[in-house]
T-cell receptor, first 114, second 113 residues
Framework: DSGVTQTPKHLITATGQRVTLRCSPRSGDLSVYWYQQSLDQGLQFLIQYYNGEERAKGNILERFSAQQFPDLHSELNLSSLELGDSALYFC?????????????FGEGSRLTVL | AQSVSQHNHHVILSEAASLELGCNYSYGGTVNLFWYVQYPGQHLQLLLKYFSGDPLVKGIKGFEAEFIKSKFSFNLRKPSVQWSDTAEYFCAAASGGSYIPTFGRGTSLIVHP
């Protein structure tokens, strides 16, 4: 158990819909990262938050957004869903004060868009 | 932009065989390197990491990796694999100030008993 909690574990929805994925980082970790894992693209970095503020952006679509709340949990919002958004979405956190790239991953949220 | 290449997408071995998975990264500056493992249905777990110092790094479960700067490589090795090593293996590199890791596409390892 990495200490990073993600909900829901599985989600099935239809095209055009909107979903929210939730992540709680390890106790004490201030940074949260979101990654998308798909068969054709591998693990792609989406976005990072640090202590409530957006720190870095990767290949995140405009239909996707995220935020980190004062209690440090984060939500990834995916809207106007398309079939190609079906993937495993991972959240990760890093040691407070650390800037090494070492991440602790949650178990992921598997999104299926029908 | 930084990239990480894993040359073997699928590897099938018998128990007790030796393993070497290739990983190359593109960034020329200071880089931190990682190998993660993802067992079926589980989250990514850190196997080992290299920040600096001895280029031969030992990790958990008998895995080791060697950093060769001149070849931009960080290959993963294990002398004798077990059935329980069946998993997906990811190489990652982090550098450039933000140190947000870039991952390779992963290598699926199947070990037959």
């Amino acid at each position: 158990d990495s200490g990073v909690t993600q909900t829901p574990k599985h989600l099935i929805t239809a095209t055009g819909q909107r979903v929210t994925l939730r992540c709680s980082p390890r106790s004490g970790d201030l940074s949260v990262y979101w990654y998308q894992q798909s068969l054709d693209q591998g693990l792609q970095f989406l976005i990072q938050y640090y202590n409530g503020e957006e720190r870095a952006k990767g290949n995140i679509l405009e239909r996707f957004s995220a935020q980190q709340f004062p209690d440090l949990h984060s939500e990834l919002n995916l809207s106007s869903l398309e079939l190609g958004d079906s993937a495993l979405y991972f959240c990760a956190s890093s040691l407070m004060g650390s800037n090494t790239g070492e991440l602790f991953f949650g178990e992921g949220s598997r999104l299926t868009v029908l | 932009a930084q990239s990480v290449s894993q040359h073997n997408h699928h590897v099938i071995l018998s128990e007790a065989a030796s393993l070497e998975l290739g990983c190359n990264y593109s960034y020329g500056g200071t880089v931190n390197l990682f190998w993660y493992v993802q067992y079926p249905g589980q989250h990514l777990q850190l196997l080992l990491k290299y920040f600096s110092g001895d280029p031969l790094v030992k990790g958990i479960k008998g895995f080791e990796a060697e950093f060769i700067k001149s070849k931009f490589s960080f290959n993963l090795r294990k002398p004798s694999v077990q059935w329980s090593d069946t998993a997906e293996y990811f190489c990652a590199a982090a550098s450039g100030g933000s140190y947000i890791p870039t991952f390779g596409r992963g290598t699926s390892l199947i070990v037959h008993p």
